[in-house]
């Protein structure tokens, strides 16, 4: 079974800075994260998970308000992975961080989960 594997999360005081990374478990799926625009989601308890940050085949990305200047994506096509840069965090963003196309079509892994303390 097809997984996308989500890994750096930690706890980390207010104001730190943490990296993810995503990949995909098989190679078939690689081909899809070099050509769809993928993105970084996260999911707060009882809260809806939301789109945070994206970024297209060309490079070109886009972020929730909540994260611009704080977050940065970034991909490697070859290596077929996604990664995001989080500094300057704060304790709203604890969350559980997940990687998963735009348009969501690749089943979710476990995520990785990100806490940051006041």
């Known amino acids: 079974q097809v997984q996308l594997v989500e890994s750096g999360g930690g706890l980390v005081q207010a104001g730190g800075s943490l990296r993810l990374s995503c990949a995909a478990s098989?190679?078939?799926?690689?081909?899809?994260?070099?050509?769809?625009?993928m993105g970084w989601f996260r999911q707060a308890p009882g809260n809806q998970r939301e789109l945070v940050a994206s970024?297209?085949?060309?490079?070109?990305?886009n972020y929730a308000d909540s994260v611009r200047g704080r977050f940065t994506i970034s991909r490697d096509a070859t290596k077929a992975t996604v990664s995001l840069q989080m500094n300057s965090l704060k304790p709203e963003d604890t969350a559980v961080y997940y990687c998963?196309?735009?348009?969501?079509?690749?089943?979710w892994g476990q995520g990785t989960q990100v806490t940051v303390s006041s």
């Open positions: 998963n196309t735009f348009t969501r079509s690749i089943a």
């Open positions: 098989k190679s078939i799926f690689r081909t899809i994260f070099s050509i769809n625009t």
């Open positions: 970024i297209t085949s060309a490079g070109s990305t």
